[in-house]
């Protein structure tokens, strides 16, 4: 579990239009913290696609079962696991190399 966030650092809260979303206490911090909303295009199912996507391999790699002490940890360790995610752990809808490889394989094309 996070501690400690500071939400006055936040500045845009990004969403889809799902209905958990339309809720008035959410709108009441947002307009107290002067937090704008972004929402994905209405009937564009695929807007989210990669952020859902991202966010499940950081819940069920990541973050899964694990507690950091501070946001500080939280970003460093992230951090990490996102440079190995790109440069080390190999896909195998990317014909089993890393991200970064098969980019670069694919440059020209």
């Not at 969403?15 to 709108?27: L, Q, S």
């Not at 992230?78 to 970064?100: A, C, D, E, G, Q």
């Amino acid at each position: 579990m996070i501690t400690n966030i500071n939400i006055t650092k936040i500045k845009i809260f990004y969403t889809d239009r799902g209905n958990e979303f339309k809720n008035k206490i959410i709108d009441e911090v947002l307009e107290a913290f002067k937090i704008k909303r972004s929402l994905s295009k209405k009937g564009c199912s695929y807007d989210n696609d990669v952020a859902e996507a991202s966010y499940k391999i950081i819940k069920t790699e990541f973050a899964f079962n694990r507690i950091f002490k501070s946001l500080e940890y939280l970003k460093k360790d992230l951090r990490s696991y996102v440079l190995w995610y790109k440069n080390k752990r190999i896909h195998s809808v990317l014909k089993y190399m890393t991200p970064i490889e098969y980019r670069l394989a694919n440059v020209n094309e």
